[in-house]
């Protein structure tokens, strides 16, 4: 019988190879370091492979138009300092699933024409930005066409001098999916900015003392924001061109000045505001071309307006709302109402219930003529506290003649609403 022999040298260079690739690549760390064997972030970047971790230790280096092009996690040590020297814009993010915390990010460079930012992300998804600082930025952090991305526990701080010359705390264009949570944004022109953003939540966030508004939303749907906090912007909110938004949980506060607004929507179909505090607003909320938004157990509190509902606005519904010590509590600019107001509680309401189920015997008007006559001309304020205005205002209630004759709360309710805000 003939023995045939198999060389095996054959088979194995193809063996160990195939075996080879088999092993996964372990992920490394790289370590930044002034004085050490690397010394840029970007030197990191360039030697970095996917997956690889880049520790940026304490140092202050020079953010120049960064380029993040590999899934990488880039992890700042205490006391590490990216600066745009206020010529350039710092990190620019183009590949998938990379995270940026604890790294503070300091003097971008101010464009018209390129919108730099401290972070941008351009067209990419799953990546993560974290518990970083922003100082003397022009825009933050900045989204484009990006998807399924979080954007968590930052504090970012805008160079906060005119509207012309600052961009968003946080500015979303053509994304969905995307978190926006935890974060403290100041001294912005919007403090939070999605534009064409749908599907995506906006979270237990501060807004404060931006010079145009906290929030801005455009030609955004399906987005919700609950439990932030509005302080002293020029508009808390400001909803526009949208459709099912959810707004619950939210605090709405001395966004107070001329023309200042809690809470502004403009032609937005079918939302849903609830359980939310307005307090110390000019007007709490504005809505103009509005149409199907369920107002809902929310606080209207010592505003100068509570409820602006323009004419053009239909099928709103406010139940079970505490309106307590506004100025005015609904104002509206035409003779006409399709909007319902039933079931709600009302400071100054001050009829009866004889029968004692809770509900006023008498129904409540809720525009007062003088609040009609102020939203055609302001300067009537002057005349708000005198004896001819109070006059003028029960002769409108006996006999509505400039008011809405419809726009009336059939139930008013004699005791507040417990909301838990």
């Given at each position: 019988?003939?023995?045939?022999?198999?060389?095996?040298?054959?088979?194995?260079?193809?063996?160990?190879?195939?075996?080879?690739?088999?092993?996964?690549?372990?992920?490394?760390?790289?370590?930044?370091?002034?004085?050490?064997?690397?010394?840029?972030?970007?030197?990191?970047?360039?030697?970095?492979?996917?997956?690889?971790?880049?520790?940026?230790?304490?140092?202050?280096?020079?953010?120049?138009?960064?380029?993040?092009?590999?899934?990488?996690?880039?992890?700042?040590?205490?006391?590490?300092?990216?600066?745009?020297?206020?010529?350039?814009?710092?990190?620019?993010?183009?590949?998938?699933?990379?995270?940026?915390?604890?790294?503070?990010?300091?003097?971008?460079?101010?464009?018209?024409?390129?919108?730099?930012?401290?972070?941008?992300?351009?067209?990419?998804?799953?990546?993560?930005?974290?518990?970083?600082?922003?100082?003397?930025?022009?825009?933050?952090?900045?989204?484009?066409?990006?998807?399924?991305?979080?954007?968590?526990?930052?504090?970012?701080?805008?160079?906060?001098?005119?509207?012309?010359?600052?961009?968003?705390?946080?500015?979303?264009?053509?994304?969905?999916?995307?978190?926006?949570?935890?974060?403290?944004?100041?001294?912005?022109?919007?403090?939070?900015?999605?534009?064409?953003?749908?599907?995506?939540?906006?979270?237990?966030?501060?807004?404060?003392?931006?010079?145009?508004?906290?929030?801005?939303?455009?030609?955004?749907?399906?987005?919700?924001?609950?439990?932030?906090?509005?302080?002293?912007?020029?508009?808390?909110?400001?909803?526009?061109?949208?459709?099912?938004?959810?707004?619950?949980?939210?605090?709405?506060?001395?966004?107070?000045?001329?023309?200042?607004?809690?809470?502004?929507?403009?032609?937005?179909?079918?939302?849903?505001?609830?359980?939310?505090?307005?307090?110390?607003?000019?007007?709490?909320?504005?809505?103009?071309?509005?149409?199907?938004?369920?107002?809902?157990?929310?606080?209207?509190?010592?505003?100068?307006?509570?409820?602006?509902?323009?004419?053009?606005?239909?099928?709103?519904?406010?139940?079970?709302?505490?309106?307590?010590?506004?100025?005015?509590?609904?104002?509206?600019?035409?003779?006409?109402?399709l909007n319902s107001f039933n079931g709600n509680y009302w400071s100054s309401y001050s009829?009866?219930?004889?029968?004692?189920?809770?509900?006023?015997?008498?129904?409540?008007?809720?525009?007062?003529?003088?609040?009609?006559?102020?939203?055609?001309?302001?300067p009537a304020l002057i005349l708000m506290h005198s004896l001819f205005i109070k006059f003028?205002?029960?002769?409108?209630?006996?006999?509505?003649?400039?008011?809405?004759?419809?726009?009336?709360?059939?139930?008013?309710?004699?005791?507040?609403?417990?909301?838990?805000?």
């Amino acid at each position: 019988m003939k023995t045939i022999f198999i060389p095996i040298t054959k088979y194995l260079a193809p063996l160990v190879l195939l075996l080879f690739c088999s092993v996964p690549v372990l992920a490394k760390n790289i370590i930044v370091k002034k004085n050490g064997a690397v010394q840029t972030l970007q030197a990191a970047l360039d030697m970095a492979h996917k997956n690889d971790r880049i520790i940026v230790t304490k140092g202050i280096y020079a953010g120049k138009q960064i380029t993040v092009n590999k899934s990488v996690t880039i992890i700042g040590r205490k006391g590490a300092v990216l600066d745009g020297m206020g010529k350039y814009q710092i990190m620019v993010i183009t590949a998938d699933s990379v995270t940026v915390k604890n790294l503070t990010f300091r003097n971008v460079g101010v464009s018209y024409l390129d919108d730099n930012a401290a972070i941008k992300l351009k067209n990419v998804s799953h990546c993560r930005i974290t518990n970083d600082t922003l100082e003397n930025v022009f825009f933050g952090v900045y989204l484009l066409n990006t998807n399924h991305s979080i954007v968590s526990d930052n504090t970012i701080t805008g160079n906060g001098r005119q509207e012309v010359s600052s961009g968003g705390g946080i500015h979303l264009h053509e994304c969905n999916h995307i978190t926006i949570t935890g974060n403290h944004v100041i001294k912005s022109r919007d403090g939070i900015y999605f534009e064409f953003v749908d599907s995506s939540s906006i979270r237990n966030n501060v807004s404060e003392h931006n010079i145009r508004y906290g929030l801005h939303l455009m030609y955004s749907h399906h987005d919700s924001f609950s439990h932030n906090t509005f302080i002293d912007n020029r508009a808390g909110g400001v909803v526009m061109y949208s459709s099912f938004i959810t707004m619950k949980h939210n605090h709405f506060r001395h966004n107070w000045g001329d023309n200042n607004d809690g809470l502004l929507l403009k032609e937005l179909n079918d939302g849903i505001v609830e359980q939310n505090r307005f307090y110390k607003n000019s007007s709490a909320v504005y809505s103009e071309g509005s149409n199907r938004v369920k107002f809902d157990h929310n606080n209207f509190i010592q505003n100068g307006w509570a409820a602006k509902i323009m004419s053009n606005c239909t099928k709103n519904d406010f139940t079970k709302n505490n309106f307590i010590e506004n100025s005015f509590d609904v104002s509206t600019s035409g003779s006409t109402n399709l909007n319902s107001f039933n079931g709600n509680y009302w400071s100054s309401y001050s009829g009866y219930d004889l029968d004692r189920d809770g509900i006023g015997d008498v129904p409540f008007h809720p525009v007062s003529l003088f609040s009609y006559m102020v939203n055609k001309h302001k300067p009537a304020l002057i005349l708000m506290h005198s004896l001819f205005i109070k006059f003028l205002n029960v002769a409108e209630k006996a006999l509505p003649v400039l008011t809405p004759k419809n726009l009336i709360d059939n139930n008013p309710l004699m005791h507040k609403v417990e909301i838990s805000v």
